[in-house]
């Protein structure tokens, strides 16, 4: 999953990327590096960011969205606004990236459970603005599957299809670096829950100041642990490099037919 931030604040692309031309670019910059999809969102979710209106994030998505959907491109939306993910299903995404885990908007659940698009669930401990002041679990790993497969099951018995669900553990969303390792190193605690399992590392597990080449060597490391414990759905910037590390660490995986979506049922390939 490549990902396109058409926003002027995003923690690590925050402002390269806002004209609808420069998103696009980047959008098929990501493709030809081989992403097999994009996930688009307009609103920052980085610790301490302020929350924005649906009609902001509309504002900045929906001009790359529509395009990369009419050119057949897979999208998917990073939002926990109903009003957006409806607007960007009637465009032509595939998918619902929602960090609130459809629980932010009381929309949310409807408006996924009607449209039957599939859905990546994160956990989030309390919301950006406040959610890394002081994180703190008894054992990180079990507090975030219980919380995930609960959730989960909740929504199948209201109406989901269990294959229209994939997990999200939320790497630095409410955690702390310590937070981050364990839920990393013990994800097979997570893949066990039977759902597929969509990891976030990219560019958060070294500091912001760091060298490029540090957060990218820790992204990449991370990708490549990530899959060996079982993840489905990679969410990176840095696709090629990515891509390159699997293959390396032995994840050559075929990549999906031309045109196929990535169905959360079949776990989407990662190389």
Same mark, same amino acid.
Do not use: W
């Given at each position: 999953? /490549? ?21 696009? #670019? ?15 969102? /307009? ?5 301490? !960011? ?10 900045? &998505? ?7 959907? +009419? ?8 939002? %926990?606004? !109903?009003?957006?993910?409806?607007? !960007?299903? *009637?465009?032509?995404?595939? @998918? $619902? ?16 459970? %009607? ?10 401990? /309390? ?10 679990? =008894?054992? $990180?790993?079990?507090? $975030? ?24 553990? =939320?790497? =630095? ?18 893949? #066990? ?13 070294? +500091?912001?100041?760091?060298?490029? =080449? ?21 969410? &990176?910037?840095? @696709? !090629? ?10 994840? +050559? ?5 031309? *045109?196929?979506?990535? *169905? ?6 990662? &190389?």
């Amino acid at each position: 999953m /490549g990902i396109l931030n058409p926003t002027p604040d995003s923690f690590s692309d925050g402002g390269l990327h806002e004209t609808p031309d420069a998103a696009l #670019a980047h959008a098929e910059r990501l493709l030809a590096a081989g992403a097999d999809f994009i996930d688009i969102g /307009g609103e920052s979710t980085r610790p301490g !960011a302020t929350p924005v209106a649906p009609e902001i994030e509309l504002d900045r &998505v929906m001009p790359a969205l529509r395009r990369l959907a +009419a050119d057949g491109r897979t999208v998917s939306i990073d939002t %926990r606004n !109903a009003a957006v993910m409806r607007a !960007a299903l *009637g465009a032509g995404a595939a @998918v $619902v990236n929602d960090v609130s885990a459809l629980t932010h908007d009381p929309d949310s659940f409807e408006t996924v459970r %009607r449209s039957g698009a599939p859905v990546i669930l994160m956990h989030m401990k /309390g919301d950006p603005a406040t959610m890394n002041d002081d994180p703190r679990y =008894g054992d $990180v790993v079990a507090e $975030v599957a219980d919380a995930l497969g609960e959730q989960a099951e909740r929504f199948v018995a209201a109406g989901l299809m269990k294959s229209q669900i994939a997990i999200d553990p =939320g790497l =630095g969303f409410g955690k702390s670096h310590r937070h981050n390792l364990a839920l990393l190193h013990d994800l097979d605690r997570l893949t #066990a829950l039977g759902y597929p399992v969509c990891i976030g590392a990219s560019r958060k597990l070294a +500091a912001l100041t760091a060298p490029s =080449g540090v957060r990218l060597a820790a992204s990449t490391a991370a990708a490549v642990l990530a899959a060996q414990k079982g993840a489905a759905i990679l969410r &990176v910037h840095d @696709v !090629a490099e990515t891509r390159v590390a699997l293959r390396i660490a032995g994840f +050559a995986m075929p990549r999906p037919a031309e *045109g196929s979506s990535p *169905g959360m049922a079949e776990n989407a390939a990662i &190389v």
